[in-house]
């Protein structure tokens, strides 16, 4: 891929224009490889990745970076400048090929959503960045 790194940190961008289209780093899929990944899914990076992550694409790269602590599917694709369902997919695959490791998701209420609580810590988190 030709994604580059701009000295602006904006990972897939050059200037104000993105080199790679969002829909291209997942070849058009909508659906990742493994399972579906909440938007406050933690994820870290795993050993296999500090051995193995220079064969991947930049962005991927970017993500196992940046997981070297726990980090949301959420804040990974804020600070990718990505699509959140790219960013799924692209956390997903990584996890699912042994790069990433998932935490267990959020608990959520009976209707199968996050409280407000943590909807909250989360957009303040996302506004944050």
């Known amino acids: 891929m030709a994604a580059q790194l701009n000295a602006g940190g904006r990972y897939g961008w050059r200037g104000d ?21 909440q938007l406050e899914t933690l994820v870290t990076a795993t ?9 991947l694409h930049l962005e991927s790269q970017a993500i196992v970076a940046m997981s070297g602590r726990p980090i949301s599917v959420a804040e990974i694709g804020a600070l990718l400048h990505l699509p959140i369902g790219v960013a ?29 609580e943590i909807l909250e810590r989360l957009l303040d988190g996302l506004r944050a960045c």
Do not use: K, M
Request: glycine fraction near 8%; aromatic fraction near 4%; charged fraction near 20%.
């Open 47 to 55: 050993e296999v990745a500090g051995r193995h992550a220079a064969a």
């Open 88 to 116: 799924r997919v692209l956390v997903s695959d990584l996890a699912h090929a042994g790069y990433l490791r998932v935490s267990a998701a959020i608990p959520v209420d009976v209707n199968g959503r996050p409280s407000r």
């Open 17 to 37: 224009a993105r080199v790679v289209p969002a829909y291209a780093l997942t070849q058009g899929r909508t659906r990742s490889a493994g399972d579906e990944l």
